[in-house]
């Protein structure tokens, strides 16, 4: 049974009613932060310490720096999650920018505000797609280039996602990925993509957030033998694949059984994703890559 929520808010857990963010913060006015969610499953933290590498580049690159060394950020995580009583969960961390002093109008005398809370974990897609798979279109919207907004920032300003996301939903599908403006395959909004094709497993190589959960399913397949290719896709790698998924913290691989109105070949899950998919949920309830996390 899990306990009444608590938030971490900058050094305090608080029940969940009384943490709040200020109306001046300036991740809530304009989305500006950075963010991780963690996966616990059955008691176990998946690559804390990986989500914490990411954290970390995010912050740095992005000049945030609520001044926790790697020790507090690690018992704050794990505190927040234990304290739960969830051995499934998804740990969100936020840091935002926070407020700027008064009388001030200098960004960098902003003091970041760190938020952590633990909620039960929640799939990405429904049972139903996780066994006949979703519908993915290709967004008209290009991703954000490099020299705009690299999308290695795992950042807090959804705004472009979400709008991609409710043009898929207004079509009819399941979600969306987007290309980059030369047409390079970048990302979906919540995950990143694979495809396979006579047997070699595909993933794009730049233009994309670095997903913790893409790091094992490269592994796994070459524990598995099945070759990979980490290189520039474009949509006609996607339309002529005989597979593809989404892969994430919350969805692990989910199958895609149509991209853009053409279906995909292989019947889902094919058999590329369903073996990566057994051995990625094999090595989850291992515990491998895992940080204990309670309950006592
Ligand atoms: N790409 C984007 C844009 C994301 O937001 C996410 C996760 O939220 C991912 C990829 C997948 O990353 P991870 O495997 O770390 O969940």
New binding site residues.
Partial sequence: MANAPEVYVNGRYLPAGEAHVSFFDWGFQFGDGVY??ISSWQGMMFRLDD?LD?LDASMHAARLDPGLDRAQWRDAVVEVTRRSGLRDAGTRIIVSRGAQPPGTSDLRACRPNVFIAASPYLFLGTEEQRVKGIRLMVAHQRGMPADTLD?RY?HISRLQ?NLARIEAAEAGYDDVGWLSHDGSVQ??????LFAVRAGVLQTPAAG???????MPFCELAYELGIPVEVRPLTAFDLFVADEVFT????GAALPVREVSGRSVRAAVPGPITRRLQDAYWRIRAEGRHGTPVGPD
Avoid: D
């Fill in positions: 991780e969610v989500h990411r999308p795992k996602y990302e979906a909004p919540r995950s990143n994309i957030l670095h997903g913790i959960t893409r892969c994430s913290t919350s």
